[in-house]
């Protein structure tokens, strides 16, 4: 579950830097597809974020002390 | 809107590397050993801070992280807006509406998270000025300036630049917040939320506001102002002096909240600023503010007669000054209290006159029943009425807050049948219970109370150890009325006697702080709904645009 | 003129108002929770020192029973907070003392509040326009006039706010 949340994260920032780009060439060169692409990449970047938020939740609800934020925030009958 | 996009993703990209590089929730634990590191699995957590098991702090923070992130959307709009030079009325339309929601999510947080300090931490009271406190405060504050000067801008064309200071304030006061509270720079209560993050925040800061700036001082031709001011007395300059109290009292919190720091660099010294110091300053703006909330919607745009400042000033001025005077005979002595509660008459009542000289025109034009026309009144400007239902919240919230200055309390060692008299209060211990739960063991007293001799019910104040954390907490018992609470805290156990330690407060008017944010929170969803007007005119816009595309095609 | 004379008293009836709370009567001889809530718990729990959510914190009881002490001996509040400052350090105060850099604390807010109003009213100045409204509408707009009109009188039939 670990690696989920961190491949989320890591492929979120990833869509963020590439929408922050195509967002602006977009912009400046007037171009419609470019946009649509920037657009899309945000919505994906909300994605995978949810896709993290989600891998942690399991992992709380499963009380899986292996990973150290749920261990320094969770007991089992918390 | 792709300027827009880029805005708003280059904000995602920092909280994303922020969470993967520097604060990783996916951190795994492991055990050094021989042959290299092995996974390791405690068999139990650190278990979360007992005083956070309680049922708002599950909604408090989501809301005001909702508020945080969402003022980052009328940021985009702005930047985008100047980017492009499109500074019509298009993009302030939009960022207006984009503003009431996390302006409402954010003050809805805040009195959340006042509830839940009222109910949890014991000591009576639900705002302690600390310093996390003050961060979620000052981009309402802001905001709340902003979602007034945009009138000025929609109606009148002026205004132009303020409005964009003020939603880059609100933004760097957001991120500000956020790294007040996890950098750990001030001591506060909500340490819990600390870690390593400061550096990276502090630079975020510094680029947001480099590039807002600049972005501003690039296009400030484009901003000019299309009006000028007809009169002193109108509603332009209500906003005006609407502007400068929200912002002085913006400056005056976060002065004071960064004042130990700036302190610890000049003199070497940390010192602390803390409720005594808010309460002194804040309360005077606060009370300016109040006042303006009453007077300000009694102006007329652009130029009010002495005749028709005469006429709305009349009712509402009278009717504070009999309660004002009502509150003086039945012994009300403190000023500031007073002085609040004056201000609250007169603010309702101009606002409540509002209602009525609409609803008296709408009678008498259109032959409706009274609540018929207050309905249509309503309905069909929206944003108007709306915002008259928020200010009654305020006016609600400020009443609560004048009940503090009555709050009486007092402490005693009790057991079984011993009594403790608060004003015209006697509570009694009836009995003093322990329990054990898999998560905390925990110690309970009964109390009866009664007021004039009148039983009104028991209170069961209990205290946990919770066995995870090692960590003792108090569960307040609260016996709430719209006149007072009555707020009974187990501190603890008399090492002596072995009696219960028992406080108990009496807090009038407290209840008016929750339904003040209630209205508050009602009368911003009123303002959002689309006035019939609004929805006219969208129709008439998109049947316009319908016909400029029929006639392209053509 | 009248309705700009109106205005300005009423400000200067709230602000004297707000003033006069200052001037308060006689302070009330000194108990521990009137100081308590002058001052900081120094356990680490960052509240004022009534407010302090340990239970059986010790800081929390020394320091309780150093003001009672210091009452029992006749000492003012101030000489006792003196005697906190000594003890614990200027930190144990729970708003900076009004003296030396410190008055910067207090000063500023009040300051800052005093260059908002000269600002505003600068900005007052500098925007009003001398002598009669003109009828003409904002200008600058590259509008059909003819929507234009129409528009204004929808908005003015609609109660809703004319941009002029």
């Known amino acids: ?78 | 809107m792709p300027y827009v996009v880029a805005i708003l993703m280059a904000t995602g990209a920092f909280f994303a590397s922020i969470t993967f590089f520097v604060a990783n929730p996916f951190g795994e634990l492991f055990m050094a050993s021989t042959a290299g590191p092995r996974p390791f699995q405690p068999a139990d957590g650190n278990g979360l801070n007992p005083l956070l098991q309680y049922h708002s702090m599950v909604i408090h923070p989501p809301m005001l992280y909702l508020g945080y992130v969402g003022f980052a959307v009328p940021f985009a709009f702005a930047m985008a807006a100047l980017i492009t030079r499109q500074l019509g009325d298009n993009w302030i339309r939009t960022t207006r509406r984009w503003t009431m929601v996390p302006w409402m999510f954010l003050g809805t947080g805040i009195l959340l998270g006042g509830r839940w300090a009222y109910s949890v931490l014991g000591w009576g009271g639900y705002w302690g000025w600390d310093p996390v406190e003050n961060a979620s405060l000052l981009p309402w504050l802001a905001g709340t300036a902003f979602l007034h000067s945009v009138m000025i801008q929609e109606k009148r064309g002026m205004l132009k630049v303020w409005n964009v200071v003020l939603i880059i304030t609100t933004f760097f006061l957001c991120i500000f917040g956020t790294f007040l509270t996890r950098s750990g720079i001030v001591s506060s209560v909500h340490a819990f939320a600390q870690s390593n993050i400061g550096p990276f925040f502090a630079v975020f800061l510094g680029i947001v506001l480099l590039f807002s700036v600049s972005l501003l001082f690039l296009r400030v031709e484009f901003l000019k102002s299309e009006n000028k001011l007809d009169s002193v007395v109108s509603r332009e300059s209500g906003f005006l002096f609407n502007n400068w109290i929200l912002l002085a009292a913006v400056f005056a919190v976060l002065w004071g909240t960064i004042f130990p720091i700036i302190s610890k660099a000049v003199q070497g010294v940390t010192v602390t600023v803390g409720a005594p110091f808010f309460n002194k300053v804040a309360v005077p703006i606060g009370l300016l503010l109040l006042f303006l909330t009453g007077a300000g919607p009694l102006l007329a745009w652009r130029k009010t007669s002495f005749q028709s400042l005469r006429r709305n000033f009349t009712l509402p001025l009278a009717a504070a000054v009999v309660v004002g005077v009502a509150l003086f005979l039945s012994g009300v002595r403190h000023f500031y209290a007073w002085m609040s509660l004056f201000l609250c008459a007169f603010v309702a009542v101009s606002i409540l006159q509002e209602f009525f000289k609409g609803a008296r025109t709408r009678q008498k034009t259109g032959g409706e029943n009274f609540l018929r026309a207050i309905y249509n009144l309503t309905m069909r400007n929206t944003r108007r009425y709306g915002g008259y239902v928020v200010h009654l919240g305020i006016v609600l919230l400020f009443v609560g807050f004048a009940g503090q200055a009555f709050q009486a309390k007092t402490k005693g060692l009790m057991q079984d049948g011993d009594e403790l008299r608060v004003k015209n209060y006697v509570l009694r211990g009836i009995s003093v219970v322990s329990g054990d739960t898999p998560n905390y063991t925990f110690q309970k007293i009964r109390l009866a109370v009664s007021k004039d001799g009148q039983p009104l019910g028991t209170l069961e104040p209990d205290r946990r150890f919770y066995k995870a954390s090692q960590q003792p907490t108090s569960h307040v018992a609260i016996r709430s009325s719209l006149a007072e609470d009555v707020y009974a805290v187990l501190a603890g156990q008399d090492p002596d006697t072995g009696k219960a330690i028992v406080e108990v407060f009496v807090n009038p008017l407290v209840a008016w702080v929750w339904i003040g944010g209630f209205v508050t929170f009602l009368g911003t969803l009123l303002a959002m709904v689309p006035s019939r007007v609004e929805r006219q005119m969208a129709e008439m816009r998109q049947a316009q645009e319908a016909g400029v595309g029929v006639s392209d095609a053509l | 003129m009248r309705s700009r004379l109106a205005l300005v008293s009423l400000f200067a009836f709230a602000t004297l108002a707000l003033g006069a709370g200052r001037a308060r009567a006689v302070d009330p001889p000194p108990t521990v929770d009137r100081i308590g809530e002058r001052v900081m718990c120094l356990c680490g729990c960052v509240a004022i020192l009534n407010h302090c959510p340990h239970q059986n914190c010790s800081m929390h009881e020394e320091m309780r029973a150093t003001i009672q002490k210091a009452i029992a001996e006749g000492k003012d509040e101030n000489a006792i907070l003196q005697l906190l400052v000594q003890q614990y350090g200027v930190k144990v105060l729970a708003a900076p003392p009004a003296q030396g850099f410190d008055l910067a604390a207090w000063l500023l807010p009040g300051l800052g509040l005093a260059v908002g109003l000269a600002l505003v009213v600068m900005i007052v100045r500098r925007w009003r326009k001398p002598g009669e409204i003109p009828a003409t509408a904002a200008g600058g707009h590259d509008v059909d006039p003819k929507l234009l009109a129409a528009v204004e009188e929808e908005m003015k039939t609609s109660g809703m706010g004319i941009r002029k």
């Open chain 1, 1 to 78: 579950m670990n690696e989920v949340g961190s491949v989320g994260l890591i492929a979120a920032l990833a869509f963020a830097a590439y929408g922050v780009v195509a967002g602006a060439m977009g912009g400046k060169l007037r171009s419609l597809r470019m946009v649509r692409s920037a657009e899309r990449a945000a919505a994906a970047f909300f994605v995978m974020i949810t896709l993290a938020i989600v891998a942690l939740e399991i992992q709380i609800l499963r009380d899986n002390f292996h990973n150290a934020y749920v261990a320094a925030h969770l007991c089992p009958t918390s």
